[in-house]
């Protein structure tokens, strides 16, 4: 059987590129040296810079749902206005 800490690894790496492009774009940073900050800073602040990203994506995705295809739609614009 194999171990599942590959993978592990993949989800953390994917969810500080994620959190780090959000928040360089929020506060007009380089990505690099976002990435850089999140990687050197200690371990536990920057899980909860992540959890707290990732679970403010959830909400809003939710909140979104809640109204509807509309609401979906406006979500996902923003997304990607976001991340282009």
Known sequence: MKSPRPHINTLQKTCFIVTSYISSRVLRRDVKAELHRLETQPKHRSYA???????VLFSLALLA???GWIGLGLYFAAVVALFH
């Open 65 to 67: 749902a809640s109204f």
């Open 49 to 55: 810079e992540m959890v707290l990203t990732i679970a």
